[in-house]
């Protein structure tokens, strides 16, 4: 592809106008989110509960999630990152964006209140609960090659060739995975450029609660997140598929930042 040359004009143009649309996206935002969800987690209703499932350390697993599901990923006893991967089940090359995520919603801070979109502009899962307020939608996840240098000489399990078995058994491949949304990662930028590791805000027994916004496949690992300074002790997750409340017309998630509306908007005009 041909790089086009611009003037310092037209770039200063595009700047002003990228800077009007993010001042007037901020001011529709919400000036305050909940606060973290509450500990320990709150039993789930066992009648509204579809399934249990809970994945080893270093692990992976997949499910399908229909649309007003949700799950619960539990961290339990420990503080291990969890690594997700999603598909639009009725077409899977409609997939997680996470950096549509974060422009749209003008932040990297995804917490309570958050949605997480598709490449399609539709949203995927809207985050209903969360205790944490510490996950990482830019780094992705680790290789053999980072954990080859990192753990040296230690047999160890990645999350990218996790994530491609859980494809796989999904009737997906490689090419599938795009995005990796990495829960449980306290991952912020450094003082001097680049990315850091807030271990204080990574905590035992926190919890996600995500509710499916459309029908999806849903691939998770439990491998180490890449800047995770411990050693290689990767422990238990536990996710809980359950079948959520129908959300009220004033639900935070729908209506926080003109975006997610928008993406309503198109979620809608698929199911019609």
């Excluded at 041909?2 to 800077?19: D, K, L, T």
């Excluded at 350390?57 to 007003?68: Q, R, V």
């Excluded at 890449?226 to 996710?239: G, H, R, T």
Aim: charged share 25%.
């Amino acid at each position: 592809m041909m790089h086009v040359r611009r003037s310092p004009e037209e770039i200063a143009a595009n700047r002003a106008r990228y800077e009007e649309h993010q001042k007037k996206g901020l001011e529709f935002a919400p000036k305050a989110l909940p606060g973290p969800s509450p500990l320990p987690a709150p039993a789930i209703d066992a009648a509204a509960v579809i399934h249990q499932e809970t994945i080893a350390g270093g692990w992976y697993w997949s499910t399908k999630l229909a649309c007003g599901e949700a799950i619960r990923i539990d961290q339990g006893e420990s503080n291990s990152t969890v690594a997700l991967v999603a598909w639009n089940a009725d077409d899977t090359s409609e997939r997680i964006n996470l950096v549509d995520t974060a422009k749209v919603q003008w932040t990297t801070a995804l917490s309570k209140g958050r949605v997480v979109f598709s490449d399609m502009g539709r949203v995927m899962f809207s985050m209903i609960e969360d205790s944490s307020g510490a996950h990482d939608c830019l780094m992705g996840g680790s290789t053999a090659a980072s954990n080859a240098a990192k753990y040296p000489g230690e047999k160890t399990r990645n999350t990218r060739d996790n994530l491609i078995l859980a494809a796989v058994k999904l009737g997906l491949d490689r090419r599938d995975i795009s995005g990796i949304l990495n829960l449980f990662a306290p991952v912020r930028l450094a003082e001097g450029g680049g990315f850091g590791w807030q271990g204080k805000r990574s905590n035992s027994g926190d919890y996600v609660e995500l509710r499916a916004e459309m029908d999806m496949l849903v691939g998770f690992s439990t491998c180490p997140h890449p800047l995770d300074p411990n050693a290689y002790q990767p422990k238990p997750v536990v996710i809980t598929r359950y079948k959520a409340a129908i959300p009220a017309a004033d639900d935070l998630c729908r209506t926080a930042t003109a975006e997610a509306v928008r993406g309503f908007e198109n979620n809608a005009l698929m199911q019609a």
